[in-house]
């Protein structure tokens, strides 16, 4: 696979915590919409709703990103990740802070806040140290290493945003809760979210869907928009309080992302990862909803249910669809590269493709096109449609992960068959 430096790869065992991760905060985010039914989808404000969105934000988006940076920055960017051994400590407080900040966020406990704030920015602003040095140095795949350093940037902007979000609910920092909640949320979902994966699409879309290559300067004048638009939205919003300069804004890189989501793979060079190429389109289009409904709250006020429709189609239905389908992919890989790593010389090893079946994927995407239905209905009837939406997220995540654990099985498998005395990697 062109232009992918294996030999950097760190030992799979890395990112794979990570990975597998993101499936079981799925899963907790469908117990808790089970749970508390429609509470937990009543205001962007209520503390449970708040709870939720972080379910998906740092749980499925933020373990994702940690995790695929961890692979992603040394093979597809050249770029090194000074961690060694530390992501394992990384991984336990960034993932015990998610667990105490959803327990004290649905309880409203000042110092559970205080704690979760804590042990989540400190490894995210670890990360960023670690990463941005090797993102930032001069050499090749300029733009590519230029979209990657604007993610990992936005990513600790938000950490930091979000401690002093928390700083503000306890009472100790006098500042404008909805306009920094308001930042803190853009440059979180677009700056970092939306920017890593426009950054890492440039690379995968012609690899894995087989599209026609991203062209340099497209990637880099999106970055530079995407930049140029959150810098003068989030001054505008803090400064003059004014909400509309900010969404309009940060939805024109968002709606260019989501035209060219959908164009390339619209005209394939080679078809191939058909599941792949459905879940990113259909997390594409519900990601798009949620931007024309955004857009409409800016010539009128939106009801709260609309609200609600629109983070529920952008950060619980479009965004871990698309993220879903290429950590399966992702998944192929990491199984694959333990494989040939403690492969002796002349056996040859499973492709990356049959590892993680084509089948599974199927059932994924189809549980997960079920779920976010649901979930849609859930944000306009939510006392009617919370709990089963709820339900169908915990059996679709569920999946996700059985799906993870069969291709490492697979794996397993091949290994105990054809070299037993390496059985112990992944
Ligand atoms: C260190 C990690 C983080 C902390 C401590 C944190 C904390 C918070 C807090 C306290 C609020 C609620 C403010 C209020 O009462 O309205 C909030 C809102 C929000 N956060 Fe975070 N956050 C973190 C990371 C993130 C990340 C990485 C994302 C996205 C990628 C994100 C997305 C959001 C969104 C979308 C809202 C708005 C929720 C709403 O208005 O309904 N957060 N965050």
């Known amino acids: 696979m062109s232009g992918l430096d294996f030999a950097q790869a760190p030992p799979p065992a890395r990112p794979l915590r990570w990975l597998l991760s993101v499936p079981a905060w799925g899963m907790a985010a469908g117990a808790c919409l089970l749970l508390s039914g429609d509470t937990a989808l009543s205001s962007r404000w ?30 597809a960017a050249g770029a090194p990740m000074p961690l060694r051994r530390s992501p394992a400590w990384l991984h336990a407080s960034f993932n015990l802070g998610l667990a105490v900040f959803v327990v004290s966020m649905t309880s409203m406990h000042r ?64 500042l404008p809760l909805e306009s920094i909640a308001d930042a803190h ?4 979902l677009l700056g970092a979210v939306v920017g890593l994966m426009a950054a890492v699409a440039s690379v995968t879309l012609p690899m894995l869907q087989g599209t026609a290559r991203v062209p340099e300067r497209w990637l880099g004048g999106w970055i530079a928009l995407t930049i140029v638009s959150l810098a003068v939205g989030v001054a505008l919003r803090i400064w003059s309080g004014q909400q509309p300069p900010l969404v309009v804004s940060a939805l024109l890189p968002a709606l260019l992302f989501v035209g060219a989501s959908l164009w390339f793979p619209l005209r394939p060079q080679a078809r191939r990862n058909r599941p792949l190429v459905w879940s990113w389109r259909m997390g594409t289009l519900a990601v798009g909803a949620a931007c024309v409904i955004v857009l409409a709250g800016t010539t009128t006020p939106l009801p709260a249910s609309s609200v609600i429709l629109a983070g529920t189609l952008g950060i619980a239905i479009g965004l871990p669809m698309m993220v879903s389908g290429m950590m399966l992919e992702i998944m192929g890989f990491l199984a694959w590269i333990g494989l040939r790593r403690d492969c002796p010389r002349g056996i040859r090893v499973p492709g990356v493709g049959t590892l993680v079946a084509q089948r599974d994927k199927w059932v994924v995407l189809a549980l997960h096109l079920l779920a976010g239905a649901t979930l ?44 037993p005395e390496a059985a112990t990697g992944t």
């Open 376 to 419: 849609a209905g859930a944000a306009l009837f939510p006392a009617l449609l919370a709990r089963p939406a709820g339900l169908a997220l915990l059996i679709a995540w569920a999946a996700v992960l059985a799906t993870q654990l069969r291709g490492l099985a697979r794996a397993r498998t091949f290994r105990r068959a054809h070299f």
């Open 185 to 188: 949320a853009t440059i979180g």
């Open 46 to 75: 209520s503390p449970h709703t708040i709870a939720l969105v972080h379910l998906f934000t740092l749980g499925v988006l933020g373990n994702a990103m940690l995790g695929s940076l961890l692979q992603f920055l040394p093979v």
């Open 111 to 174: 110092n559970g806040l205080a704690v979760a704030s804590v042990l989540l920015a400190v490894p995210i602003l670890v990360f960023a140290a670690a990463a941005l040095p090797g993102l930032l140095a001069r050499g090749a795949q300029q733009v590519l290493r230029s979209g990657l350093a604007m993610a990992v940037t936005a990513l600790a902007l938000t950490a930091l945003a979000g401690a002093l979000l928390v700083a503000i609910l306890r009472g100790e920092a006098p």
